[in-house]
């Protein structure tokens, strides 16, 4: 069986971990929540996708603890295959079966109708905290911030059928986010977010109302940029209605 994981630094599987650590320093993967999945696009097989476990402390992920699929939608390794006799944190029982994160139908979904190069998905408390305070929205918007800048300006190419980035947002532009309603299950949400990437093809995340937030990007470091920029401006917008200051400015 061919070997999916590396010592190299950039590895998809070593770079999960990295992230996961940082994410947790931020408050955003506690409790074992959330997830990062990544596609690795610069190897031999760009369809290859390395997804992170579940129910497991993100800030403790070992490497061989990932799930490896191809896509559309085909797991081609399982964490279980290579650590019969115990798993490979300490904190998890002996008899502790791995299973992919319950949210690995979005990420897939995303990777196949957005063609992108990683996934985010974080339980960030500002996420939860503005789609309970603009509980009437299907969208978060907000413009003339700065840290607009750092998301991207996506467009339907009408020849590919692909949506792809075109350039940057400006800061006086306006950052749509859909909102969906959470369902008990994640996968339930499948149909539903993949109605929205549809309807929003200019959005680069979803929230979802009192759960969290999926953020892709073309890469993983795309990805983890636009979900720090958005958390920024997810915070300034609470700070803001706090303050009575609209979000939009004509």
Known sequence: MASFFSDHKNHPANVICELCRLFYDNNWVTGTGGGISIRDVDGENPDIVYIAPSGIQKERLHPKEMFVAELPDKILRSPNEDNEKEPLSLDLAANFKYKPLACTPLFLSIYNLRDAGACIHTHSQNAVLATMIWEDKLVFEMNNQEQIK?????????????????????????????????????????????????????????????????????????AKIYNEAIDYLLELAIK???????????
């Not at 940057?168 to 008990?184: G, Q, R, Y």
């Not at 803001?240 to 004509?250: C, F, S, V, Y």
């Open 150 to 222: 750092a998301l991207p300006k996506l467009e339907m190419n009408v020849a590919t059928g692909k949506i792809e980035k075109v350039g940057s947002l400006h800061n006086h532009e306006t950052m749509v986010i859909p909102i969906v309603d959470n369902t008990p299950l994640e996968e339930d949400l499948t149909e539903t977010l993949e109605a929205t990437l549809k309807k929003y093809p200019g959005a680069t995340a979803v929230l979802v109302r009192r759960h969290g937030i999926h953020v892709w990007g073309e890469n993983i470091w795309k």
């Open 240 to 250: 803001m209605h706090q303050n009575g200051i609209p979000l939009i400015k004509d």
